[in-house]
């Protein structure tokens, strides 16, 4: 198993070489946080699109914390599966889970709009896009958030990814982009030779530096 990208920004551009040409009409970038914002930097800088970030945290299995049961965004629905191994008695801590994963949620888009709007992705077609997909939970929730806020369509894009959780992405997404789905696939930070952390403040950095380029480059305006 051998790397396909150098780092995050090297695995944008691929995948918005298999993106190719914007989509018609309104287009609006949305990165993952935090990893698939240097990713979705690319992204937008291809499509000429705004680019923006959406927090998306994991809601743990309320017996296994490091199993992640689905998760959610800010004013989007939660995705759960369902839970494995779990009876009646355990659904208020699920619930619990539940709750806990919104308020990071909503505290992590908080700090990373300090200064930045919010884009709209209504009536837009939304770009959602990440650094891999190991089990698709995050990606199911930013595909969710995006139909209730009234996206016109939907493209989920990710450079690399397990073929399966490709696949039944599908069902969520009106678009999925994955140049590179691997049966066996592990984990995403295999995929990278450098795969450090991305930290809040390369977020907010990246968004900046991309919508100050927007404005005299002419981007896809929203």
């Known amino acids: 198993m051998s790397a396909l990208f150098d780092d995050r ?3 944008g551009r691929q995948l918005a070489a298999a993106l190719g040409r914007a989509p018609a009409g309104r287009t609006v970038v949305y990165g993952l946080a935090r990893g698939g914002v240097p990713v979705a ?3 937008a800088a291809a499509l000429a699109a705004p680019l923006d970030v959406l927090a998306v945290r994991k809601i743990g299995h309320p017996r296994h914390e490091e199993l992640a049961l ?3 965004a800010p004013d989007g629905p939660p995705f759960v599966r369902e839970p494995v191994g779990l009876d009646r008695r355990a659904l208020p801590a699920l619930r619990a889970r539940i709750d806990a994963a919104d308020a990071e949620a909503r505290a992590m888009d908080a700090r990373l709009h300090e200064g930045l709007p919010r884009l709209s992705p209504r009536g837009a077609t939304c770009v959602l896009v990440d650094d891999g997909l190991a089990t698709g939970a995050t990606m199911v929730a930013a595909c969710r958030w995006a139909r209730a ?3 016109a369509r939907v493209v989920a894009a990710v450079p690399v990814g397990a073929a ?4 039944a992405l599908r069902a969520e997404a009106d678009e999925v982009v994955c140049p590179f789905a691997v ?8 995929w990278y030779r450098d795969f450090g952390q991305t930290s809040e403040d390369e977020v907010r950095l990246l968004v900046r530096a991309s919508r100050d380029e927007g404005v005299s480059g002419g981007v896809n305006a929203p």
């Open 9 to 11: 920004r090297d695995a």
């Open 41 to 43: 930097a690319e992204v």
């Open 164 to 167: 399966e959780s490709v696949e």
């Open 70 to 72: 689905g998760a959610v």
């Open 183 to 190: 049966d066996d696939f592990w984990a995403v930070s295999l």
């Open 149 to 151: 806020q009234g996206a």
